[in-house]
């Protein structure tokens, strides 16, 4: 466990209590009082089918050292694609939602989370994320500097394995669903580097503003492909409309906190500065964390009820629509059941 300094620039800044060593980590399981739904299970056999086409596209892209295969086992991007994806039309869609999901971890790892050691840094970050958005969302100039791009956007794993998993993407998505997911990369980035900053001047954002960052520092662009990977397109004039918007920011926030519940102890063992929504709490409510994680499970639960109260009359709307709200629903349970088994990366706090 690392203690970070409690100066930055010279001057001392509060930060949330340092209370990692009185946080003793139970076993797996679902949160106790979570508003979730239970997932459709997971047929192992096609989750290692991913599992072995992932590693081997990772392989054949040597988008990392062979040293990290066995965290790459333990995250179980196979199973968690399975959960997520349950309609899945073909093996190649989920194979292609797993790359993606596998590129977003490799880039938030390798560039944006300091303490997992692979050699992120907060410091420059915006510039490689820029570049890493680029690899997404392709630089048109002259010849000569378009040239320069694509052999830029070859440098290292993050950067190929973003190319190369949206190329797949938009192979088999319409040019509307994959500009739909080259944006909400975008806010990714956006959500990385507003995380970062705050991070580096030890500003503890008050629950709005973090839950604000947290939209964008969100699994959104996961959610983004339901309907592709499902075989069928929502239209953009549908996909576009404010309350459609609404739910679908609602279903990815409530799959956000999920992470922010499940990764607590783990959070907390590596930095106990780590801004997430229990610390936030905590940080302004003066209560301690358990009570600012108890609450913070209340909040989660308001904006799962949210979705599913305002999803259900837009679901009466269009066949399309009830298809679209039914896959959002599968992504969050999915999710939600791939960070409760996951105990290998995430355990509970013993606070019941
Ligand atoms: C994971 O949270 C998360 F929410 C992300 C937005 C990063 C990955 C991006 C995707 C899949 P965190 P943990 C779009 O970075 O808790 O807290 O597993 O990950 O370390
Ligand atoms: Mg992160
Ligand atoms: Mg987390």
Known sequence: MSTPPDTAAGFSLPGPPNLARTVRARRGGAVP???????APADPDKAKEIDRRLEAWARRLDLFPARWTGDFAQFQVGRAVVLQHPGAADLERLTV????????????SCYCE???GRGAARRGLGGRLVIAQSALDPFHGTPGLEEEWR?????????????????????????????????????????YLAEASWAETRHVPQ??????????????????????????????????RPEVQRVTALACNATTIVNDLYSFTKELASDPTHLNLPQVVAAHD???????????????????????????????????????????????SGNHEWHATNTDRYQLPHYW
């Open 151 to 191: 052999h830029g956007v070859q440098a290292d794993g993050p950067l190929r394995s973003y190319h190369w998993a949206l190329k797949d993407y938009a192979a088999l998505a319409t040019p509307s669903q994959t500009s739909r997911f080259v944006h909400d990369a975008a806010r990714l980035h956006l959500g």
């Open 33 to 39: 009082g979570l508003r979730y739904r239970p997932a």
């Open 114 to 116: 300091e303490d997992e």
């Open 286 to 332: 003066k209560r301690g964390l358990k009570a600012a994680y108890l609450k913070s499970v209340e909040i989660h639960n308001q904006i799962m009820e949210a979705f599913e109260t305002e999803s259900a009359p837009l679901a009466a709307l269009s066949p399309l629509l009830e298809r679209y709200l039914r896959g959002l629903a599968a992504w969050v």
């Open 97 to 108: 939602a797993g790359e993606l999901l596998l590129a977003e971890n490799i880039v938030d």
């Open 207 to 240: 629950v709005w503003e973090y839950l604000v960052m947290r939209q964008f520092n969100n699994f959104r662009p996961c959610l983004s492909l339901v309907d592709a990977v499902d075989g069928y397109e929502l239209p953009e004039a549908l996909y576009a």
